[in-house]
Nanobody
Framework: QVQLVESGGGLVQPGGSLRLSCAASSYIFSTYAMGWYRQAPGKQRELVARITTDGSTNYADSVKGRFTISRDNAKNTVYLQMMSLKPEDTAVYYC?????????WGQGTQVTVSS
């Protein structure tokens, strides 16, 4: 059974930083691309960043230059380092992996950017 467990969310002031972590279990982590998505109230879930098995990355335009996705295959963990946070980054952040046409999601972690 695929399990994804996010952590690291919280309340931060504008301009602050957070690092999210997603620990994966029960499958061959290094074999699959991993993604971070977010969903703000009243909005659709959107892709924030994605990292392939060889470490190639892509980002939503809104976070380019501020967020960095990385992975540690030895720890079965993917990270999202978020810098220069803005109020519009407020959302629930989800970890994602797609295996055999099935999307798997973590439970999400709340990020709130507010003064």
């Amino acid at each position: 059974q695929v399990q994804l467990v996010e952590s690291g969310g919280g309340l931060v002031q504008p301009g602050g930083s957070l690092r999210l972590s997603c620990a994966a279990s029960s499958y061959i982590f290094s074999t699959y691309a991993m993604g971070w998505y977010r969903q703000a109230p009243g909005k659709q879930r959107e892709l924030v960043a994605r990292i392939t098995t060889d470490g190639s990355t892509n980002y939503a335009d809104s976070v380019k230059g501020r967020f960095t996705i990385s992975r540690d295959n030895a720890k079965n963990t993917v990270y999202l380092q978020m810098m220069s946070l803005k109020p519009e980054d407020t959302a629930v952040y989800y970890c994602n992996v797609k295996i055999s046409w099935t999307n798997y999601w973590g439970q999400g972690t709340q990020v709130t950017v507010s003064s």
